[in-house]
T-cell receptor, first 114, second 114 residues
Framework: ETGVTQTPRHLVMGMTNKKSLKCEQHLGHNAMYWYKQSAKKPLELMFVYNFKEQTENNSVPSRFSPECPNSSHLFLHLHTLQPEDSALYLC?????????????FGSGTRLTVV | AQKITQTQPGMFVQEKEAVTLDCTYDTSDPSYGLFWYKQPSSGEMIFLIYQGSYDQQNATEGRYSLNFQKARKSANLVISASQLGDSAMYFCAMKGTGGFKTIFGAGTRLFVKA
């Protein structure tokens, strides 16, 4: 049982749909992250939240909208996506953003945009 | 700019033998951390081991050890006594203690043969 839970595990959506990815952790961590993992590419950091405040937006298109209502929950709202957005979206958490802490990752949401 | 390089796309190892996965890095940050993660086919990234740039000794965690050669900017992962369950993707990652984002290498896929 992972400490970080992501739902749904799989998602197929049309380009005009609106959907949301959910991430939840009860590890007492204060930093949460969204990463995108595409085939044959290194993991790409999308967003960083530290104590509910967004501290990093890695030039992510506005069709991806993150939300962090508290330190335990992180959402990624999706709208008008493109087929190239199909990827594995991984959520992670760590005690703090600064300092050298290993991340705890969720199992990811496999997103397919059709 | 920070960079992580993993030059081995795939590696084969016989069960019960040791294997070394290569990782080189580049950074101008004097203080940084190096990490290795394992990603089985299930998708979840699992944190394996951490090495701080000022640590004098190589990190070890069970069957995992990190061969840290600072002057050569390498941080190779050594897995001893390989098991079939070690078959997975392995990612090297780096983060500066100042808080710059964690960057990942392209990964090495390890196949353990029975």
């Amino acid at each position: 049982e992972t400490g970080v839970t992501q739902t749904p595990r799989h998602l197929v959506m049309g380009m005009t749909n609106k959907k949301s990815l959910k991430c939840e952790q009860h590890l007492g961590h204060n930093a949460m992250y969204w990463y995108k993992q595409s085939a044959k590419k290194p993991l790409e950091l999308m967003f960083v939240y530290n104590f509910k405040e967004q501290t990093e937006n890695n030039s992510v298109p506005s069709r991806f909208s993150p939300e962090c209502p508290n330190s335990s929950h992180l959402f990624l709202h999706l709208h008008t996506l493109q087929p190239e957005d199909s990827a594995l979206y991984l959520c992670a958490s760590s005690p703090f953003d600064r300092g050298n802490y290993g991340y705890t990752f969720g199992s990811g949401t496999r997103l397919t945009v059709v | 700019a920070q960079k992580i390089t993993q030059t081995q796309p795939g590696m084969f190892v016989q069960e019960k033998e040791a294997v070394t996965l290569d990782c080189t890095y580049d950074t101008s940050d004097p203080s940084y951390g190096l990490f290795w993660y394992k990603q089985p086919s299930s998708g979840e990234m699992i944190f394996l081991i951490y090495q701080g740039s000022y640590d004098q000794q190589n990190a070890t965690e069970g069957r995992y050890s990190l061969n840290f050669q600072k002057a050569r900017k390498s941080a190779n992962l050594v897995i001893s006594a390989s098991q079939l369950g070690d078959s997975a993707m392995y990612f090297c990652a780096m983060k500066g203690t100042g808080g710059f984002k964690t960057i990942f290498g392209a990964g090495t896929r390890l196949f353990v043969k029975a």
